[in-house]
């Protein structure tokens, strides 16, 4: 399929076409969860989520509908023919296989390189996951390679019929290593266990935490405030049992973290966090805080002993500090007001690596696992039964089926759309079991802390929690829970990025000056908060995971990062029964666990010349692997260091990674600078710069063609656009100007056919089918009833007009107009540069069907060209496409041909085009 740039001389008919296939496709972006489900159901709260996407759609309608007309001057009506199957992105879709991930790539067909040692190699697991059969299906098959996922289990009790198990946040690559390490009474290996990942093992929400390991010090306090509340008189009963269930979340979470400490020490640090306190007592804008917190400041010494306490003193001990001592060891800190600062500890870690070394850790054991595998379809038997999965490797583009007695579905914070095809009854009963949660990050220069020592904000203005924390030679700001739907891209608000800075701001020193140019990376992800789908109305979300018996279906559950392997325990122990085998996690070491010595980066740097700062971070990654790194480093010319040539300057990334990364089953770009290495959440320039010499490498190592490799390098700088970093985008600048009633009702009377005044569900579906993302009847129905506010069965054009006015379709309708920018970016930059020149423009105008003089090319230049270097960049390109003034015509041009309307009815303060 040509891109919609390479169209010339467009008639009136292919314009409409051009611009009709372009919108569909970036407003209803095919991302997907690991099963093939869509990404926008994503709370399940009377389908607003689900609505949110539609207002992209209906977004794309209004701006076409308004701006391109007919030689007649009549309104195209686009919604009237159905638009063809096409895709924009720079890799083909695999045939009738679901796109898995924001960037799909097509089969690269590369050579197969071995697997670390003892662990089989990629190609050999996808062999053997080829070879399954119905005579002899594995016991358990589990759909999802991250740590912390929503899952849906399918096990069978009977002959004839099977039970389905959901499980919110299941850590599927856990659940693997679980089942791989179970044994009978003779201790031999109980269990035959395949896992497939539709994309890279942490690829989604266990690579994007705040990097702790916390025991939950906030819901321990939460909890305490809530037991002394008025509730404690008017709901007694209720009070008591909420604060005994938070009470065993946060002991839980204690010995999780105690065993990953003690256990997985080549993984894992302790990091203290100061808290200081300003005022002796303290007030809060949040509901959620009673009289218990004022107190907060006179009380913390005590509450941090008791936290020590709950992990058997097994930490080190929390402490105070005078203001004195806390300019010592924190000189960043403002010197003024500060009281005191209490001191404790919690875990930290490199979330990926983590999730990766349980990978490995399950193949190690003996499961068939791999990634770059998704299931597109389930196998049932003649009674309806499940026994299995279709499934294809993205690699090689071979489909397969794969059967197993137990499939469990373990896939992130997106997948409540899943139980819409697994649901047995009417779609209208089937309540949420998880609503989303965001947590953003943004990457500021390590001397904005200590190198040891983070910083705790527990009264923010909005109430979450803010922590300051340094690691890998930066420093982590990010946020905990905030409410709102999932999704794929990482990119934060703009809004959160400035919210982040200036709530920092307010415990530094005033000399260092918190600056938004500061911010090297930013990325939000998002995990599901577990809600029992059977439990009584007005019933909470849980962060701790909870196990509910569904008399038709199964099981619901979530959790957190921290307790991923007891989610992966309870979780089997369901689905095993009565005598299941037993559970050996609590003494497996972890990938890289052998052969570790906190004096092997010494040793290492003896033997093979490098630098400390490598040898450190190679010994924190790889553990006791890091021998097999090192044998992979090229000579580096130089006396000193003798080995390991740098990817990137200032971090601690050398190339030999990516050699051995191919080992681990990396596949694409992304996956090392996302994963293997952390430079894209590092420094997001950084990784751009260091995106060439990796993709070298890997050709190298994995047979790409040039084809392939070029595929994988558009790719991979596509993905990195969507990270944060010292420029802002502009869509959050953007301010939206809602239709007129005048333009709501064109677009209503466009939808409504019949011209009965009315829309019904029908319509509405029609509506997502002819825009190119047909959604199940549950999710249709749920947008209908969003819209449906008065309850009559009928959505009149006021309930129309109101559902624009909401927040969500704002949203909805913002993230539309940024995305669609970014594609027209995309497809004018066909030098791959990053940035745009003269030649680019004047091609595009070719393309589009006019020829544009040099003179007036170079008048279009200049006004892009914002900082006068020569080369226009997305944020100068994004700037530009949000005036209001349009001389030249070429805004329009664009506009109009790449589906975002002529004129556009989302306007900024000025009243410009882009909203």
């Not at 099963?35 to 076409?64: K, P």
């Not at 909470?540 to 392997?565: F, L, Y």
Request: net charge neutral.
């Amino acid at each position: 399929m040509p891109s919609i740039l390479t169209i010339k001389n467009l008639s009136s008919a292919g314009t409409k076409a051009a611009s009709r296939q372009f919108r569909c496709i970036a407003t209803l972006n095919p991302h997907k969860d690991s099963f093939g489900g869509s990404t926008h159901r994503r709370d399940g709260s009377s389908g607003a989520a689900a609505a949110l996407v539609l207002a992209g759609t209906a977004a794309s309608t209004i701006a076409a509908s308004f701006s391109s007309t007919t030689a007649s001057g009549g309104r195209e009506t686009a919604l009237c023919e159905q638009p063809p199957s096409v895709t924009l992105r720079s890799f083909k879709t695999l045939p009738n296989v679901p796109v898995g991930g924001a960037y799909p790539f097509s089969p690269t067909h590369g050579v197969e390189i071995p697997g670390p040692a003892g662990i089989p190699s990629r190609a050999q697991q996808v062999s053997k996951l080829m070879k399954s059969n119905r005579e002899t299906p594995y016991d358990v098959l589990v759909i999802g390679g991250g740590a912390t996922g929503r899952c849906e289990i399918s096990f069978n009790l009977l002959p004839y019929f099977s039970t389905l198990l959901r499980v919110s946040r299941l850590p599927g690559a856990g659940v693997a290593l679980d089942a791989a390490t179970r044994t009978g009474d003779d201790g031999s290996v109980a269990l035959t266990v395949a896992c497939i990942e539709r994309g890279d093992f942490a690829s989604e929400t266990s690579s994007r935490s705040t990097k702790l390991i916390w025991a939950g010090i906030k819901y321990l306090a939460s909890a305490a405030a809530a037991a002394i509340s008025l509730n404690l008189i008017t709901s007694p009963i209720k009070t008591v049992e909420d604060f005994y269930g938070e009470f065993k979340m946060v002991f839980n979470c204690h010995q999780e973290r105690k065993f990953m400490m003690e256990k997985q020490k080549h993984l894992t640090n302790w990091v203290p966090i100061v808290c200081p306190f300003t005022e002796w007592r303290e007030y809060s804008s949040s509901q959620c805080r009673g009289l218990l917190f004022s107190f907060f400041p006179i009380l913390a010494p005590a509450v941090f002993k008791f936290y020590d306490g709950l992990s058997q003193f097994t930490c080190p001990p929390s402490f105070i500090m005078s203001k004195k001592k806390a300019l010592e060891l924190f000189p960043q800190l403002s010197q003024q007001d500060i009281k005191y600062c209490a001191v404790f500890y919690e875990g930290q870690h490199n979330d990926a690596r983590t999730n990766l070394a349980i990978a490995m850790s399950a193949a190690e054991k003996g499961a068939d696992i791999a990634n770059y595998v998704e299931m597109t379809d389930g196998i049932f038997d003649e009674g309806g039964k499940v026994i299995g999965v279709r499934a294809v490797d993205r690699v090689s583009g071979e489909e397969f089926s794969i059967y197993a007695k137990n499939v469990i579905f373990a896939g992130g914070p997106f997948t409540d759309s899943l139980r819409q095809k697994e649901h047995r009854g009417n779609p209208l009963d089937m309540k949420p079991a998880v609503h989303g949660a965001s947590g953003s990050h943004i990457v500021l220069p390590g001397y904005y802390a200590p190198s040891n020592m983070g910083l705790l904000d527990y009264n923010t203005s909005d109430g979450r929690f803010l922590f300051f924390l340094p690691w890998q030679g930066s420093v982590i700001v990010g946020t905990t829970d905030k409410k709102g739907p999932a999704e794929t891209l990482p990119y934060p608000p703009e809004a959160e990025i400035q919210w982040m800075l200036k709530e920092v701001s307010k415990y530094l020193s005033k000399d260092l000056k918190v600056r938004r140019s500061d911010v090297l990376s930013a990325w939000r992800g998002w995990r599901p908060l577990a809600a029992d789908p059977h439990a009584p109305p007005g019933g909470q979300v849980s962060r701790d995971h909870v196990i509910s018996q569904n008399p038709e279906t199964g099981v619901t559950a979530g959790g957190k990062w921290t307790t991923w392997r007891e989610m992966a325990e309870d979780v089997l122990d369901k689905v095993l029964g009565d005598g299941h085998p037993k559970c050996n996690t609590l003494d497996t070491v972890l990938h890289g666990g052998e052969g570790y010595t906190e004096r092997l980066s010494v040793v290492l740097i003896q033997k093979y010349g490098v630098l400390e700062d490598v040898a450190e971070h190679l010994v924190k990654t790889y553990g006791g692997r890091a021998w097999e790194v090192l044998e992979k480093a090229r000579p580096t010319g130089n006396q000193w260091p003798r080995h390991g040539i740098p990817l990137a300057p200032h971090y601690p990334y050398i190339e030999a990674e990516v050699r051995f990364a191919c080992s681990e089953y990396a596949c694409t770009i992304e996956d090392i600078l996302s994963r293997r290495t952390r430079l894209a959440f590092l420094n997001s320039q950084a990784a751009k710069e260091a995106l060439p010499r990796i993709a070298d490498i890997m050709a190298e190592e994995l047979g790409w063609s040039r084809k392939v490799k070029k595929a994988q390098i558009d790719s991979a700088k596509a993905y990195l656009a969507s990270y944060g970093g010292k420029i802002p985008l502009e869509e959050d600048d953007l301010l939206v100007r809602l239709p007129t009633y005048a333009e709501v009702m064109d677009v209503f009377d466009e939808v409504d056919q019949e011209k009965s005044g009315y829309l019904g569900i029908v319509q509405v579906k029609e509506i997502a089918k002819r825009l190119g993302r047909p959604l199940p009847d549950g999710e249709i129905r749920a947008i209908f009833d969003s819209m449906d506010t008065n309850r009559d069965g009928k959505i009149d054009a006021r309930e129309f007009l109101e559902w624009f006015e909401a927040e969500e379709t704002k949203e909805g309708i913002k993230s539309y107009f940024h995305q669609k920018t970014m594609e027209i970016f995309k497809e004018i930059d066909i030098k791959r540069t990053g940035y745009l020149d003269r030649e680019e423009i004047k091609e595009a105008t070719i393309r589009l069907g006019e020829t544009f003089s040099d003179e007036k090319v170079d008048k279009i230049f200049a006004e892009m060209d914002i900082n006068r270097d020569g080369k226009i960049q997305l944020n100068e390109f994004t700037k530009w496409m949000s005036e209001s003034h349009d001389e030249t015509g070429f805004r329009k041009l664009l506009s109009a041909n790449l589906g975002l309307g002529g004129t556009g009815w989302l306007k900024q303060k000025s009243g410009g085009f882009l909203g």
